[in-house]
C-alpha cells in the first residue's frame, strides 16, 4: 500500500502554508497531528522550494528544523528533512531523521552523497534543474517523462559511483519543479513506467499550481486538496511507494478508498458474459 509522507514546513514563506507552523511548538503539534491523522512519515522542511524563493543559510534552516526533528523523533516518528543542504542532512540524521529528501538529488551540494554515504540513510533523489530563482526558466523536453526518467537514472550512476546504496535510493518526477503544467500532467499519465525503473517512487503533487487547471478561476491554494487526493489515488494505482501531501487525513481517506475497492470480491467471469451486451452494440452508427 502506498505510504503517505505529510508535510511539515517549518518556514515563514512556503507558497500554502507559509508562516503557520513556522514556530518550534506549532511545528510539533502539527507533526504530531499528521502522524495521528495517518501520515507513515513526516517530511520536515525548513527552507521554502518555491519558485522565485529566496535561499537562507543553513545554520538558519537548521535553527528552525533540528529541534522539530529531535522531538519528534524522540515520540517515535519516521521523519524524513527536506533539505538541499548536506550539513542540514547530516545535522538532521543526528537528531533521528531516517531519510533525507533532496529536491536536487544531491545536485546542489556536492557533500550530499557523502552524507548519504555516512549515514546509512535513505535518500530521495528528485528529478531538479535549478534552485526556485530559476526554475521557471528551464521547462523545455523533448519528452518530458523519458528525459526526466534519464536524468534520475543518470543521478542513480552518479550517486552509486560515489559510494550510496542503491538499496537507499528513492526516486520522484518532481512535479512543479521546471515544469509547465502539462509536463506535470503527462508525468501524472506515466507514473507506471518511472515504478518500471525498479526503485521506490515518491510524488508530490500537494496543493502545486498545475492543479490550478481543474479547478474555477480564482478558487484558494487550500482548496487544491481534493484534486491532490485525486492525483494520489492515481498515484497509488501506478504503484508508487508514497505520496508526499499537505492534508493528511483527506488523503487517507482517499486511499483508503483505492484499498477498500481493491480488497473487494470481484466477480467471477462467467458473471459477466452471456447476454451482456458487446461495446460494438452500444454503437449507433
Ligand atoms: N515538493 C516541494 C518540496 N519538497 N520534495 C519531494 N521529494 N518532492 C516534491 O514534489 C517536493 C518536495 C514543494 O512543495 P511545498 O513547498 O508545499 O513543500
Known amino acids: 500500500m502506498t505510504l503517505i509522507m505529510g508535510v511539515l514546513n517549518v518556514t515563514p514563506d512556503s507558497f500554502s502554508d507559509g508562516g ?12 504530531l497531528l499528521l502522524h495521528a491523522q495517518g501520515a507513515d512519515l513526516i517530511d520536515v522542511g525548513g527552507e521554502s522550494t518555491r519558485p ?36 542540514t542532512a547530516r545535522a538532521a540524521a543526528k537528531a533521528g531523521a ?3 529528501n533532496d529536491v536536487s538529488g544531491g545536485l ?39 528525459d526526466v526518467m ?9 550517486l552509486t559511483a560515489a559510494g550510496v546504496a542503491r538499496e537507499r535510493i528513492v526516486l520522484d518526477p518532481g512535479l512543479g519543479f521546471s515544469k509547465k503544467a502539462e509536463h506535470n500532467w503527462q508525468l501524472i499519465n506515466r507514473l507506471d513506467a518511472f515504478v518500471a525503473l525498479g526503485l521506490p517512487i515518491l510524488v ?17 491554494v487550500l482548496d487544491r486538496d481534493l484534486p491532490t487526493a485525486v492525483v494520489s489515488v492515481l498515484a497509488a494505482q501506478a504503484g508508487v ?8 487525513a483527506g488523503t487517507r481517506a482517499a486511499l483508503n478508498v483505492l484499498s477498500c475497492a481493491l480488497q473487494s470480491t ?15 452494440q452500444w454503437n449507433h452508427d
Not at 522539530?68 to 548536506?86: F, H, K, M, P, Y
Not at 537514472?153 to 552518479?158: F, H, I, L, Q, T
Not at 466477480?267 to 451482456?276: H, M, P, T, V, W
Request: with cysteine; aromatic share 4%.
Open 20 to 31: 503557520r507552523w513556522a514556530a518550534t511548538d506549532a511545528a510539533i503539534e502539527h507533526g
Open 52 to 87: 522565485g524563493a529566496t535561499r537562507i543559510t543553513p545554520a538558519e534552516e537548521q535553527n528552525r528544523v533540528i529541534p522539530v526533528v529531535t522531538e519528534l523523533a524522540r515520540q517515535g516518528l519516521c521523519l524524513s528533512i527536506d533539505t538541499l543542504n548536506a550539513a
Open 98 to 100: 531516517s531519510i533525507i
Open 108 to 146: 546542489a551540494d556536492p557533500d550530499m552523497a557523502a552524507v548519504v554515504d555516512d549515514t546509512g540513510l535513505n535518500f530521495v533523489v528528485m528529478h531538479w534543474r535549478a534552485h526556485a530563482q530559476l526554475m521557471d526558466t528551464v521547462t523545455e523536453y523533448d519528452n518530458v517523462v523519458t
Open 150 to 158: 534519464a536524468a534520475l537514472s543518470a543521478r542513480v550512476d552518479v
Open 204 to 220: 508530490g503533487a500537494s496543493r502545486k499550481r498545475f492543479l490550478a487547471d481543474v479547478l474555477p478561476v480564482g478558487t484558494p
Open 241 to 248: 511507494w508514497a505520496v508526499r501531501v499537505h492534508d493528511v
Open 266 to 280: 470481484p466477480l467471477a467471469a462467467n458473471e459477466l458474459s452471456g447476454g451482456a451486451p458487446r461495446p460494438t
